[in-house]
C-alpha cells in the first residue's frame, strides 16, 4: 500500500535557523505532493504543491520544497525560520491516476521555533 | 466566501450516544473527505465522495456513517459513541482528486469528546 514517511515527529530550533523536513512516499509511478501547514488552533492550509516541471517549488512564506525522484522524497526546506513558523507541518502525496481518489497524509512533523 | 463550514466546534458526548457532525462547502467541490486527527498520528480518511449519491470507505471507517445527498452538503454519523472516537474532525473538499486542479480545502475543525 501506498505511505508517506516523515522523518521527524518532532523538530525543535531557534529563530533565524535553517529548517529541513524530510518525506517519502512509496510509490512508483507518477505522483501529485504537498505540504500542508496546521498552525495552532487552526485548520490544514496549503504551503506549496508539486505537479510536475521544475522539482524546485515555491511556496508561500519562504517555504520551498525539491522533488527528488530516484530518492522518492519531497523535503521541506526554509533558510531561516521565524518563531511564527511554529505549526505542524504534514506532507501529502495524491496518485493523479488513482481510480480510489484519496490524498494520503504523512503522521506530521511538530515545528516549535524558540524566540 | 465561506469555504468549508464545519459544526459544532467542539462537542463531549457520553458513550452510546449518536450525532451527527456537519460539513457544507460553497465552492460546487465534487469532491468531499472526513479525516479524523489523532495526536502523532496524522490524518486518518474516515469517508469520502466524488459526487453527489457517491460514498466510499476510507481507512478507519468503522463506527462511522455518510450520506452525500448533495454537492454541498457531506455529514458524517456517529452512531454509537465510543472513547476511540475522541478526536478532531475535519471536513475537507476540493475540485478534483486534491491534485493538478485545487488541493484540499479543510474545514475549522470539530472536537469530540466521548467519555
Known amino acids: 500500500a501506498q505511505s508517506v514517511s516523515q522523518h521527524n515527529h518532532h523538530v525543535i530550533l531557534s529563530e533565524a535557523a535553517s529548517l529541513e523536513l524530510g518525506c517519502n512516499y512509496s510509490?512508483?509511478?507518477?505522483?501529485?505532493l504537498f505540504w500542508y501547514v496546521q498552525y495552532p488552533g487552526q485548520h490544514l492550509q496549503l504551503l506549496l504543491k508539486?505537479?510536475?516541471?521544475?522539482?524546485l517549488v515555491k511556496g508561500i512564506k519562504g517555504f520551498e520544497a525539491e522533488f527528488i525522484k530516484s530518492k522518492f522524497s519531497f523535503n521541506l526546506r526554509k533558510p531561516s525560520v521565524q518563531w511564527s513558523d511554529t505549526a505542524e507541518y504534514f506532507c501529502?502525496?495524491?496518485?493523479?491516476?488513482?481510480?480510489?481518489?484519496?490524498?494520503?497524509f504523512g503522521k506530521g512533523t511538530r515545528l516549535h521555533i524558540l524566540p | 466566501n465561506a469555504g468549508v463550514t464545519q459544526t459544532p466546534k467542539f462537542r463531549i458526548l457520553k458513550i452510546g450516544q449518536s450525532m451527527t457532525l456537519q460539513c457544507a462547502q460553497d465552492?460546487?467541490?465534487?469532491?468531499m473527505y472526513w479525516y479524523r486527527q489523532d495526536p502523532g498520528m496524522g490524518l486518518k480518511l474516515i469517508y469520502y465522495?466524488?459526487?453527489?449519491?457517491?460514498?466510499d470507505k476510507g481507512e478507519v471507517p468503522n463506527g462511522y456513517n455518510v450520506s452525500r445527498s448533495t454537492t454541498e452538503d457531506f455529514p458524517l454519523r456517529l452512531e454509537l459513541a465510543a472513547p476511540s472516537q475522541t478526536s478532531v474532525y475535519f471536513c475537507?473538499?476540493?475540485?478534483?482528486?486534491?491534485?493538478?486542479?485545487?488541493?484540499?480545502?479543510f474545514g475549522n475543525g470539530t472536537r469530540l469528546t466521548v467519555t
Open positions: 501529502a502525496v495524491s496518485l493523479p491516476m488513482n481510480r480510489d481518489d484519496k490524498i494520503i
Open positions: 510509490y512508483g509511478g507518477t505522483v501529485n
Open positions: 475537507a473538499s476540493s475540485y478534483s482528486a486534491g491534485s493538478r486542479n485545487s488541493p484540499l480545502h
Open positions: 508539486y505537479f510536475s516541471g521544475d522539482p
Open positions: 465552492m460546487n467541490h465534487n469532491y
Open positions: 465522495s466524488v459526487g453527489a449519491g457517491i460514498t
